[in-house]
């Protein structure tokens, strides 16, 4: 028997789980209708984490439990109900033959991939698409565009500071709270000896029946996906997401800051929000997350700096990297202004190495599908960047294995903030450290068999040789970037001896590095 036609046809992505959303205004349930698919190839384009692939599902088939309590009508394919679920445009495909409605409504995807095949399937069976601004985010693409317009250069710092006025967030009188707008000075703190203060035991959000099905549908079905499923405990729902909202205002936010970019052995949450899948599924309003935080301030349970460094990742740079994939796309993802071009090592894959830093960063991903900003950006990011990783390889592994992960905000973080792919469109200058800063932000480097210290030699840190080696590389096109006169002159002071020492040990870590790549990006 044929299905009644719907009026609209609502789309809903696994990213897009708010009942809020645009997508639903002026529905009637009376005559409209939602889909929701669950395909395999969102889970392997890339490579994804098992974690990843479950958090996803899991919200997913929650959102449509809670759809159907208010008898609203869900048009939904599981991996498992035996449909066609290989892609997701040919699933869309089938279901606008089979149920022909007037018109297909959906809130602006997460993805430029996503958009395009969209628009294509609804141009070939020929039913008008619209799509709605996401009211997630506190400013739209064409806000970023205008406050790009006429700039060189496009500094997170400026939108900020205009989001924080236009908005009225840590604002008095039309001044910042406090009288400065960044206190980030303030948040670059390190542990002393000890470590920090007890363990962060993470989320703890028990899997219900639901999750549970999910969690065995995923071990049976991507069994070779990287990771582990052992340890899931992430918010699934929006109670789920706002209990883990307030966990952190109550308990983490005061120290939040000063210890922001810090790193311990063994401890892969430390005092951070956990927050990011909640906001990435729509589960979390990231207004609810600004206001919680401003609150604590007001009320003197954490202060200004931690406050206002929290506000910054929400307001500030989750809006500004979400513009410039927009502004950027589709051309960004090809970007490679360092002409960087060797493979992703092994080990990121498997977390089999000795030295300390990485098997730490890369063996919590591959058991939680988390690591802290810090540890993508300077532990992970870095090494990729100083060995010469093509930075669309280095995309697809931070696509794969991080359960927040969503390309509008993790491929301008990668490419642009880590990689310096992009020509300094998003950073100023590369993010480039030897092995001492790891070593001034963590204890990694007591347990490793190398020394930050050390350049060339048995026991020399692949991370200060591939520092010096970069350098070297790069000399010539970072030489009008004013902010790496320091660097480069401190590299004036080698003498060849120590150059050519510095690019054979450099040479033999990515030779070594590349017989050990495997095939899976
Ligand atoms: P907290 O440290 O507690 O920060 C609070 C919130 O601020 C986060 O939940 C997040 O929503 C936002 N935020 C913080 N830093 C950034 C940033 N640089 N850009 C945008 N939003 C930010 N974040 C993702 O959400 N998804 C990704 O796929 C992703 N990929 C990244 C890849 C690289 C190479 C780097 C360097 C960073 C990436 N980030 C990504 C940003 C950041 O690392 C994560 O948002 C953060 O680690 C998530 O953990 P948390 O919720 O505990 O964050
Ligand atoms: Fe990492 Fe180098 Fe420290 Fe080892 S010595 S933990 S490789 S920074």
Known sequence: ????????????????????????????????????AEVDDESKHVWSHKQRIAIFLSGMRHFRDALLSEDIRVEYTQLDDGKESDKLSNRLGIDLR????EKVIVTQPGEWRVLQGLKKVCRDEEVPLEVRDDRHFYTNVKDFEEHAKGR???????????????????????????????????????F????????????????????????????????????????FAWPVTP???QKALSNFIHNRLAVFGKYQDAMWTDEPWLYHSLISTSLNLKLLDPRDAVAAAEKAYEDGHAPLAAVEGFIRQILGWREYVRGIYWMHMPEYIDRNAMDAQEPLPDFYWTGDTDLECLKQSVGQTLEHGYAHHIQRLMVTGLYALLLGVDPKKLHEWYLAVYVDAVEWVELPNTLGMSQ????????????????????????????????????????ACPFTTLYWDYLIRHQVALKSNHRMGLQLRNLDRLNEGDRSGITKAANEIRSVSACRTPSKT
């Open 1 to 36: 028997m044929k299905m009644k036609s719907p009026r609209h046809l609502i789309l809903i992505f696994g990213d897009q789980l708010n009942r809020d959303a645009a997508a639903f205004d002026d529905f009637d349930s009376t005559q409209d209708a939602i889909w929701m």
């Open 192 to 231: 002393s000896k000890g470590g920090p203060e007890g363990p962060n035991t993470g989320l703890g959000f028990r899997p219900d029946v639901l999750t549970r099905e999910v969690l065995d549908l995923v071990d049976e079905r991507f069994a070779d996906h990287p990771g582990s499923l052992d340890s």
């Open 420 to 459: 310096y792919g992009d020509g300094g469109l998003m950073a100023s200058k590369p993010y480039i450290a030897t092995g001492n800063y790891i070593n001034k932000m963590s204890n990694y480097c007591k347990n490793c068999p190398k020394n930050p210290k050390e350049k060339t030699g048995e026991s």
């Open 98 to 101: 089979a149920l022909s409605p």
């Open 152 to 190: 060189k250069s496009l500094r997170m710092e400026f939108f900020y500071r205009e989001l924080r006025k236009r908005f009225d967030v840590l604002m008095e009188d039309g001044k910042p709270t406090g009288g400065d707008w960044n206190y980030d000075k303030e948040n670059r703190g390190s």
């Open 239 to 241: 109670e789920e997401a």
